[in-house]
């Protein structure tokens, strides 16, 4: 139950204020002097204090400057009578939270209790969320200056607690798999497991029983019985990244597995109920999609519940400059000595194009922090610039080029560093179209995405 003070020399008001507030669940405390208000305020521990702006004693802005100043913690909501407006937004530059005007119904000043106790608790979850993936490489999803990315962080904040499926969009490398870890250990569930699967990185025929399990005998190789990844994330949370992939015939048996908790291991005749909270995440505009009849409408009615999409960096450019010093701090961290960027670094970074988005960032901080001994990162430390005519998603990462006369190694080294090579150069080609770099490979689309995956080409 939140306390509430109430600071008004009126006896009528601060009786029916008291009556009111009661019965909305809070617990009330009135005083009709603002210096007696004051040093209660100071002494006792209050969630929201309602106070004055025209007092005789002492007025509601002095009171708010002398509690803030004594790092008072409650939200304080000034009450002014006609005419007192303008006294009541300087108490909000001095640090209130909102004003209410008289005469004011009884309705009014309770929601506006519950909007000030709503951005207090958002406020709380948000720094939670950040507190606890401060240490992680995850922690790059929740540094949010620009407007779009606070509005992702909001509605982390409120769905983190409940059991809804959420549909996290966006490109690839703009952090959705971080959101979804975001969501689940904000929430009830945050001491079970987090499984998180890409579904274009599985090929078809073994996407079933990676999913569901599988019994012994009941395919080739299935020599025991064999959990699949909803009964692993049993009392947690599963996120299927990529889920635009998922297969017409799997699409049907996803919809029943959410309409009714349970699963069927391939080649078993019972079913199994899990307890699992699931998430989706695509890069693909599922409701275009769906109006193709490649992804079924009454799945992706039960996915998009509630939605959550993250822009591309280059729309979001608030974000570069403390993703970048986050990403060089950490990096430094690793590396045993201080990394810091130019202030002429800081401009090359960004006004750069970021096709591959955050982890396009993150990677060019950390080739430029290997490469150099330097504790302050320069433009040139970075290479070359970003190439200006790649399509979202391709990357111009030295990580996935193969440099010439470079020994990679063992033969399977050699192997891979010359995949990744082609891969890259292939989606350069085609402009980042995907299916037609995997025309050009001579591949399919699936195994194109899972070699993408493996070698981390953005």
């Not at 208000?37 to 002095?62: N, Q, S, Y």
């Not at 998180?196 to 599988?214: D, Q």
Request: proline letters at 5%; hydrophobic letters at 45%; charged letters at 25%.
């Amino acid at each position: 139950m939140s306390r509430v003070l109430v600071v008004d020399d009126e006896p009528g008001l601060r009786q029916s204020l008291g009556l009111l507030l009661s019965d909305a669940g809070y617990d009330v405390v009135a005083e009709g002097n603002g210096v007696r208000a004051l040093e209660r305020a100071r002494a006792e521990l209050f969630d929201l204090i309602l106070c004055d702006v025209r007092m005789a004693d002492m007025d509601g802005l002095a009171f708010l400057r002398a509690y803030k100043s004594g790092g008072g913690p409650a939200l304080v909501i000034m009450m002014s009578a006609y005419g007192g407006e303008e006294a009541a937004l300087a108490a909000m530059k001095e640090g209130a939270y909102d004003y209410v005007a008289k005469p004011f119904r009884p309705d009014e000043v309770v929601l506006t209790l519950r909007k000030a106790e709503e951005r207090e608790r958002l406020g709380h979850t948000i720094a939670t969320l950040r507190a606890q993936l401060d240490s992680s490489p995850a922690a790059r999803a929740l540094i949010a200056e620009s407007p779009a990315m606070r509005q992702a962080l909001d509605i982390v904040a409120r769905v983190a607690a409940h059991r809804t499926t959420v549909l996290i969009t966006g490109e690839r490398g703009t952090g959705k798999e971080v959101i979804a870890q975001a969501i689940h250990r904000a929430g009830p569930r945050a001491g079970g497991p987090f499984v998180a699967v890409n579904c274009a990185a599985i090929p078809e025929n073994l996407l079933e029983s990676e999913l569901f399990g599988s019994v012994k005998g009941a395919f080739t190789g299935a020599s025991g019985d064999r959990p699949g990844l909803f009964e692993q994330a049993d009392g947690g949370t599963l996120l299927l990244d990529e889920i635009g992939e998922l297969p017409l015939p799997l699409q049907a048996k996803l919809l029943r597995v959410l309409q009714e908790s349970e699963i069927r291991r391939v080649g078993d005749q019972k079913t199994r109920r899990v307890d699992v909270r699931l998430l989706a995440a695509t890069a693909k505009d599922l409701a275009a999609e769906a109006a193709a009849g490649r992804f079924r409408h009454d799945l992706f009615d039960r996915l998009n519940v509630v939605a959550i999409h993250l822009p591309p960096l280059a729309e979001r450019r608030d974000d570069i400059v403390p993703l970048a010093r986050h990403f060089a701090l950490q990096l430094g961290r690793r590396l045993g000595h201080d990394l810091e960027l130019s202030e002429a670094a800081v401009a090359w970074l960004r006004e750069q194009p970021w096709p591959g988005n955050v982890r396009a960032l993150e990677h060019a901080i950390e080739r430029a922090a290997v490469l150099t001994d330097k504790e302050l990162l320069e433009p040139a430390d970075f290479g070359l610039p970003l190439h200006p005519g790649l399509a979202p998603g391709v990357s111009t990462s030295p990580t996935a080029t193969l440099t010439p006369g470079a020994s990679p190694g063992t033969l399977r080294e050699a192997v891979e560093a010359a995949e990744r090579q082609a891969i890259t150069a292939a989606l350069v080609e085609a402009g980042g179209n995907r299916r037609a770099a995997a025309k050009r490979l001579g591949v399919s689309l699936r195994t194109l995405f899972y070699k993408m995956d493996r070698y981390g080409v953005d």
